[in-house]
């Protein structure tokens, strides 16, 4: 899609949406939401869903892909890497990865390849469309769905040829260039598209003692490809393919929380994976068979100086300190995903029932090889490999009771085997069966308004933490089962030109698991336990509005109250980390001059806990961000700022001694301290783009 033509959506949305009539769904809501069994648009969609469109995208593309995620209610992220990396939704997901081999909280696709093992690889140039399932999706994704989904969907091939350049500068020596093209490749029959896309940055931290500034850098490197081939009338096999090449630096953290790190021994937060998708979707009379085989392999290295210091600093200090840590790990995911879907004509139980029936199978691989030489002679590398089998079979019926009512119930029943072994002669197995699945109701009051509520039941297997210091029977967690139910409103106003989502929900989780950590002396431990019960409720809103074919007013807001209901004495009762009381997103698009259009909007959250091993807390914050973009002809030239006011925050917090410095009450030093790792400082920059 051509920029100028994004450009002037709100436009053609006030055009579209201020229609009288409601005879054409697509035409009153264009946007598609694909990341269930079925299509629907966006206002048919009976779950809590956010779609971050192309419109909102295509300009963001050298920012953080989980930044710009962030942005919607209810979904928060942590670093302690060189950027994001890390998803919670509604306080479910985890906020880092060490020696603990880990199955994710929240899945993330792209272009139908699994990537929620490697988050750091989610880039967003070229891509069309990003959604957020919040809730957990037993269903559709068993496993890897316990708090929700992110699914990036890339723009895909079309008959026409048409490409889009791209060029950013900004501060923090920051430069981006990327190109995409597509088009018909065989005529009738063979349709391509192809992107690359280079971003670098020197990144915000000051490094005084190596006397550089690019020790936080960024330097990535995404290229995907995609083939359609039209076999028959029926038949459509689809080819995607991506490889990831992420050198970034990691030198986040400082003895003072300040841009300036004293690091001698900066690490790295470096991803290469290459990934394919291969899709067959072959139509019968009356149903479709979609077939899906996906394969990825990925070599990361995650290290950091341990002591934030050099060799000297703190000489004259009765236990000076000197560390690095460095984990490799070596990870290969392959799965296979068959499934029956009916169309119209299919329907079953006298023509009112809409069904699926899929089996998957998913097989991941993981090698661990951690490197951590110290000063004072210990031996603490360590090494780990780490196997889970899983497969499921699944089914939805979605039954028509009348031209309004619809019942929808799912279900999916999966068995996991998992075997790890270590260096430390540790052997374990795991193996389980899991239930999944929901039931729900939607009603279609009238071609503006569908309320609906479901009952959705979730699940994240056990697993082993590997933590020498961790006794047998903590060595080993148990599976998670999340209860939830949710009721909402999409509807429309005012003849369209206002529309809203809003979603209450309640959750129980039973078996909960926490991530904790254990400090001794030097050695960082973090482990995996796991609470009795759990709950949390809340609730999120999404209104879009266009009083007049020039201005688009937009808000998302997201409330969260969660808890521990049942655990250790000290937690009881408490919010579990990454769980602030409320998130919001509030702006507007204004179009004036026929060329120009300016972009505003401010996003923030209330304060949330660090972790679940200490009291410490993020401060709440706002982030101001801005843009002037103009168009001529097929040019698009964008001036941007983010985090106008230079708010500085935190997106990671640890509580512990690593300052050798004596100081009352801890003569030999060490005194615990909370240490932050920054968000992102005022950026701005300029973004050139060409569309063909």
Same mark, same amino acid.
């Given at each position: 899609?051509?920029?100028?033509?994004?450009?002037? @959506?709100?436009? &053609?949305? =006030? *055009?579209?949406?201020?229609?009288?009539?409601?005879?054409?769904?697509?035409?009153?809501?264009?946007?598609? %939401?694909? &990341?269930?069994?079925?299509?629907? #648009?966006?206002?048919? %969609?009976?779950?809590?869903?956010?779609?971050?469109?192309?419109?909102?995208?295509?300009?963001?593309?050298?920012?953080?892909?989980?930044?710009?995620?962030?942005?919607?209610? #209810?979904?928060?992220?942590?670093?302690?890497?060189?950027?994001?990396?890390?998803?919670?939704?509604?306080?479910?997901?985890?906020? @880092?990865?060490?020696?603990?081999?880990?199955?994710?909280?929240?899945?993330?696709?792209?272009?139908?390849?699994?990537?929620?093992?490697? *988050?750091?690889?989610?880039?967003?140039?070229?891509?069309?469309?990003?959604?957020?399932?919040?809730?957990?999706?037993?269903?559709?994704?068993?496993?890897?769905?316990?708090?929700?989904?992110?699914?990036?969907?890339?723009?895909?091939?079309?008959?026409?040829?048409?490409?889009?350049?791209?060029?950013? %500068?900004?501060?923090?020596?920051?430069?981006?260039?990327?190109?995409?093209?597509?088009?018909?490749?065989?005529?009738?029959?063979?349709?391509?598209?192809?992107?690359?896309?280079?971003?670098?940055?020197?990144?915000?931290?000051?490094? @005084?003692?190596?006397?550089?500034? $690019?020790?936080? #850098?960024?330097?990535?490197?995404?290229?995907?490809?995609?083939?359609?081939?039209?076999?028959?009338?029926?038949?459509?096999?689809?080819?995607?393919?991506?490889?990831? #090449?992420? $050198?970034?630096? +990691?030198? /986040?953290?400082?003895?003072?929380?300040?841009?300036?790190?004293?690091?001698?021994?900066?690490?790295?937060?470096?991803?290469?994976?290459?990934?394919?998708?291969?899709?067959?979707?072959?139509?019968?009379?009356?149903?479709?068979?979609?077939?899906?085989?996906?394969?990825?392999?990925?070599?990361?290295?995650?290290?950091?100086?341990?002591?934030?210091?050099?060799?000297?600093?703190?000489?004259?200090?009765?236990?000076? =300190?000197?560390?690095?840590?460095?984990?490799?790990?070596?990870?290969?995911?392959?799965?296979?995903?068959?499934?029956?879907?009916?169309?119209?004509?299919?329907?079953?139980?006298?023509?009112?029932?809409?069904?699926?029936?899929? &089996?998957? *199978?998913?097989?991941?691989?993981?090698?661990?090889?951690?490197?951590?030489?110290?000063?004072?002679?210990?031996?603490?590398?360590?090494?780990?490999?780490?196997?889970?089998?899983?497969?499921?079979?699944?089914?939805?019926?979605?039954?028509?009771?009348?031209?309004?009512?619809?019942? %929808?119930?799912?279900?999916?029943?999966?068995?996991?085997?998992?075997?790890?072994?270590?260096?430390?002669?540790?052997?374990?197995?795991?193996? !389980?069966?899991?239930?999944?699945?929901?039931?729900?109701?939607?009603?279609?009051?009238?071609?503006?308004?569908?309320?609906?509520?479901?009952?959705?039941?979730?699940?994240?297997?056990?697993?082993?933490?590997?933590?020498?210091?961790?006794?047998?029977?903590?060595?080993?967690?148990?599976?998670?089962?999340?209860?939830?139910?949710?009721?909402?409103?999409?509807?429309?106003?005012?003849?369209?030109?206002?529309?809203?989502?809003?979603?209450?929900?309640?959750?129980?989780?039973?078996?909960?698991?926490?991530?904790?950590?254990?400090?001794?002396?030097?050695?960082?431990? $973090?482990?995996?336990?796991?609470? *009795? !019960?759990?709950?949390?409720?809340?609730?999120?809103?999404?209104?879009?509005?266009?009083?007049?074919?020039?201005?688009?007013?937009?808000?998302?807001?997201?409330?969260?109250?969660?808890?521990?209901?049942?655990?250790?004495?000290?937690?009881?009762?408490?919010?579990?980390?990454?769980?602030?009381?409320?998130?919001?997103?509030?702006?507007?698009? +204004?179009?004036?001059?026929?060329?120009?259009?300016?972009?505003?909007?401010?996003?923030?959250?209330?304060?949330?806990?660090?972790?679940?091993?200490?009291?410490?807390?993020?401060?709440?914050? /706002?982030?101001?961000?801005?843009?002037?973009?103009?168009?001529?002809?097929?040019?698009?030239?964008?001036?941007?700022?983010?985090?106008?006011?230079?708010?500085?925050? /935190?997106?990671?917090?640890?509580?512990?001694?690593?300052?050798?410095?004596?100081?009352?009450?801890?003569?030999?030093?060490?005194?615990?301290?909370?240490?932050?790792?920054?968000?992102?400082?005022?950026?701005?920059?300029?973004?050139?783009?060409?569309?063909?």
């Amino acid at each position: 899609m051509k920029t100028k033509i994004l450009t002037g @959506s709100i436009i &053609a949305s =006030y *055009a579209l949406l201020g229609t009288p009539a409601f005879a054409e769904e697509v035409t009153l809501d264009p946007v598609v %939401v694909s &990341a269930d069994f079925r299509e629907q #648009n966006l206002s048919r %969609v009976s779950n809590s869903v956010t779609v971050i469109g192309e419109e909102d995208i295509y300009d963001k593309a050298s920012q953080s892909f989980i930044e710009v995620l962030a942005a919607t209610p #209810n979904v928060n992220y942590s670093a302690g890497a060189s950027k994001a990396k890390y998803i919670q939704i509604r306080g479910i997901g985890e906020r @880092s990865q060490y020696e603990t081999p880990i199955n994710p909280s929240v899945g993330l696709m792209i272009d139908g390849i699994d990537f929620s093992y490697a *988050a750091l690889g989610a880039t967003l140039f070229d891509v069309n469309q990003v959604e957020v399932l919040k809730g957990p999706q037993g269903t559709t994704f068993g496993a890897n769905g316990l708090a929700g989904v992110v699914s990036l969907q890339s723009n895909e091939p079309t008959k026409e040829t048409e490409g889009h350049i791209e060029a950013t %500068v900004g501060n923090y020596n920051t430069k981006a260039l990327g190109a995409a093209v597509g088009g018909t490749l065989i005529e009738d029959t063979l349709l391509g598209r192809f992107s690359i896309y280079k971003n670098t940055s020197d990144g915000y931290m000051k490094n @005084s003692y190596l006397g550089r500034d $690019d020790t936080q #850098n960024i330097d990535e490197l995404t290229a995907k490809g995609q083939l359609r081939w039209m076999a028959s009338e029926n038949h459509t096999i689809d080819l995607n393919a991506i490889h990831v #090449n992420i $050198d970034n630096g +990691y030198d /986040a953290f400082t003895l003072d929380n300040s841009w300036d790190s004293h690091s001698d021994q900066p690490g790295q937060d470096t991803q290469k994976t290459n990934a394919f998708a291969l899709k067959s979707t072959y139509e019968f009379d009356k149903m479709k068979l979609i077939s899906k085989l996906s394969h990825s392999t990925s070599d990361m290295t995650y290290s950091y100086d341990e002591d934030w210091s050099y060799l000297g600093e703190f000489a004259s200090t009765p236990w000076p =300190y000197m560390g690095f840590d460095e984990y490799n790990r070596e990870q290969k995911l392959t799965d296979i995903d068959i499934r029956l879907v009916s169309d119209e004509d299919g329907r079953i139980f006298g023509g009112r029932t809409d069904w699926t029936i899929g &089996a998957y *199978a998913k097989k991941f691989e993981e090698a661990l090889d951690r490197y951590r030489p110290t000063d004072y002679g210990a031996e603490l590398n360590f090494d780990s490999n780490y196997e889970s089998r899983n497969i499921a079979l699944y089914t939805q019926l979605d039954t028509h009771i009348d031209d309004q009512l619809t019942l %929808v119930t799912g279900l999916r029943v999966e068995d996991w085997k998992a075997e790890y072994s270590d260096s430390h002669d540790v052997i374990i197995d795991n193996d !389980e069966e899991m239930v999944g699945g929901k039931i729900g109701l939607n009603y279609q009051y009238d071609n503006t308004t569908l309320l609906f509520a479901n009952l959705s039941k979730g699940y994240k297997p056990g697993g082993v933490n590997p933590g020498s210091t961790l006794s047998m029977e903590d060595k080993t967690f148990a599976t998670e089962t999340l209860w939830n139910l949710e009721t909402g409103v999409n509807s429309s106003h005012f003849d369209n030109t206002l529309k809203s989502r809003l979603n209450l929900f309640y959750g129980k989780r039973k078996d909960m698991q926490v991530e904790l950590y254990d400090v001794d002396g030097h050695s960082f431990t $973090d482990y995996l336990s796991n609470a *009795a !019960e759990g709950s949390y409720y809340g609730l999120e809103s999404q209104l879009d509005f266009y009083p007049n074919d020039s201005l688009y007013l937009y808000s998302s807001v997201g409330l969260l109250k969660s808890e521990f209901d049942e655990y250790s004495p000290e937690l009881e009762g408490r919010a579990p980390a990454q769980s602030p009381k409320y998130q919001y997103n509030i702006g507007l698009h +204004y179009m004036f001059a026929e060329a120009w259009t300016f972009k505003t909007n401010v996003e923030g959250k209330g304060s949330y806990y660090f972790s679940n091993t200490h009291d410490q807390k993020s401060n709440s914050y /706002a982030l101001f961000n801005s843009s002037l973009e103009y168009i001529n002809g097929n040019f698009t030239t964008t001036l941007w700022a983010r985090n106008i006011t230079d708010k500085e925050y /935190a997106v990671r917090g640890f509580y512990w001694g690593n300052n050798p410095t004596p100081t009352p009450g801890y003569p030999d030093g060490y005194e615990p301290e909370l240490y932050t790792q920054k968000g992102t400082p005022r950026t701005f920059g300029l973004t050139v783009s060409y569309d063909f």
